[in-house]
Structures are given as structure tokens and as C-alpha cells.
């Protein structure tokens, strides 16, 4: 990082780093731990209590899991329940669409309306009376388990 992004600012790297590290425990719910300081190697740790492991066995279970935090958040933060086309605007403008494959997080509607609805994640619901169809997304049981709103 700092022969990469920081090269005239080597100076900076403490903050800048403090900086990067709390946005990725606010936003995605995971934690920088140093597992060796004298080679600086870091390692992410899920700090949500979302069962990592579970979300995905292939060893991408912790970006899934902050991605799941994020999804999570945009219903929260759009209410809960949240409409369908709400949560796909605020994904779409941190550059992951719907009815694009994404490389870790696949096609995201099959991800959010099949994988975690099954999964006790998230519930996706047709709001009654809508014509044509309208659905909405709100947190699942199993959410509500392993994480809290606040």
C-alpha cells in the first residue's frame, strides 16, 4: 500500500489506515486484527456475528457475510420493509447490478431473493394488492438471530 497509493505520503499511512480499517467495521461489519507485527500481516475478522462459514463454503464466506451486513443496512435504512427497486438503486450505485454476474457475489437477484431467503437471511415479499406485482425486501429470522439493527 504505501509503495502503491502512498508513495510521496508515507507519513500518512497511520491515519489513512485507521481510517480504511473503521470504515470496513462500519460498513461491512469486519475487523482489521495484526496477526504478525513484525511481518505486518492482517487478517479480516467478521465482528457482526453473522456465521460466516455458513453464507458460503468455498473459503468467500467474509466478503458474502459483508456484503449480507450492507444489504441489511440499505433495508434498515430504507425501512423495513424495503421495496424491491429501492435496495437494486442504492447496490446499483456502489457498481453491483442486478442481472449482472458480479465475481464473488454471482448474479445478485438469485443471491438475495433465493440463496438467503432459504438461508433465513432476508425475506422477499409481494406487497398485497399491487398491480403489477410489486416486492419487497425485509430481514429474515435468522438476521434478526445473529446481528441486531443497531
Not at 99 to 112: A, S, T
Not at 113 to 132: A, C, K
Amino acid at each position: 500500500m504505501l509503495n502503491e497509493f502512498l508513495r510521496d505520503n508515507q507519513e500518512h499511512f497511520p491515519v489513512v489506515f485507521s481510517e480504511v480499517s473503521e470504515c470496513l467495521r462500519l460498513v461491512f461489519g469486519v475487523e482489521i486484527k495484526e496477526v504478525d507485527p513484525k511481518e505486518h500481516i492482517y487478517t479480516l475478522v467478521p465482528t457482526l456475528g453473522l456465521t460466516c462459514d455458513e453464507i458460503l463454503s468455498d473459503g468467500e464466506g467474509l466478503p458474502k457475510a459483508g456484503f449480507l451486513a450492507l444489504v441489511l443496512s440499505v433495508i434498515m435504512l430504507c425501512g423495513d420493509p424495503a421495496p424491491e427497486e429501492a435496495v437494486w438503486g442504492a447496490l446499483s450505485r456502489m457498481r453491483v447490478y442486478v442481472g449482472r454476474e458480479h465475481c464473488v457475489f454471482g448474479e445478485l437477484r438469485e443471491l438475495l431473493t433465493r440463496v438467503w431467503v432459504q438461508e433465513g437471511y432476508l425475506e422477499y415479499q409481494q406487497m398485497p394488492d399491487s398491480h403489477p406485482a410489486r416486492y419487497v425486501f425485509l430481514w429474515g429470522p435468522r438476521a434478526y438471530v445473529e446481528t441486531s439493527k443497531w
